[in-house]
T-cell receptor, first 111, second 114 residues
């Protein structure tokens, strides 16, 4: 079946450090892939998405590239800020149109 | 975009009681969904709320336990019935337009069952 696996958290970084949160998926066909972010006390917000192989989604300095050969969609940011502290969810949309989420990765950025 | 609000934001309930969670979207949307996020776990889809008809439940979720209403294109309710401590979770409402990839989420309702 369809599934999403993220690296375990929490991830703690210093401000301006490089961020990678790994995400791999299992799916039939070629699903759309997403990163959602949940800031403390708020709902999930769509951060970026990619709909086909080799697409790169980007937003607010975050990037992720849809890699079909490695079934991955790793989230990266070159220089994190304290305000990036949140929980990040990788997700795919399956052939039935439903979102399937990874377990979430908590990021804490220290000044 | 769509802004989604939920009420209540949190509640503490006694075993055996029921709680109804409300979800309001600030614009008409085609699709509305309810998710559960158990402590330390990912989001799991409970059901798709269908306007004017019965909700479509995912495997492991039944209407008797999680009755859902959707009287119009901007509003839905989820009831958690006959609660037990295992129902302690965050319940999230989500909405989107058919034919688009973007789904919006409410802030969630944090439920604790004693």
């Amino acid at each position: 079946g369809n599934s999403v696996t993220q690296m375990e958290g929490p991830v703690t970084l210093s401000e301006e450090a490089f961020l990678t949160i790994n995400c791999t998926y299992t799916a039939t066909g070629y699903p759309s892939l997403f990163w959602y972010v949940q800031y403390p006390g708020e709902g999930l917000q769509l951060l970026l998405k990619a709909t086909k192989a080799d697409d790169k989604g980007s937003n607010k300095g975050f990037e992720a590239t849809y890699r079909k050969e490695t079934t991955s969609f790793h989230l990266e940011k070159g220089s994190v800020q304290v305000s990036d502290s949140a929980v990040y969810f990788c997700a795919l949309r399956n052939q039935g149109g439903k979102l399937i989420f990874g377990q979430g990765t908590e990021l804490s950025v220290k000044p | 975009s769509a802004v989604i609000s939920q009420k209540p934001s949190r509640d503490i309930c006694q075993r055996g009681t029921s709680l109804t969670i409300q979800c309001q979207v600030d614009s008409q949307v085609t699709m509305m969904f309810w998710y559960r996020q158990q402590p330390g776990q990912s989001l799991t889809l409970i059901a798709t709320a269908n306007q004017g008809s019965e909700a479509t439940y995912e495997s492991g979720f039944v209407i008797d336990k999680f009755p859902i209403s959707r009287p119009n294109l901007t509003f839905s309710t989820l009831t958690v019935s006959n609660m037990s401590p295992e129902d302690s979770s965050i319940y999230l409402c989500s909405a989107g337009q058919g034919g688009t990839d973007t789904q919006y989420f409410g802030p969630g309702t944090r439920l604790t069952v004693l």
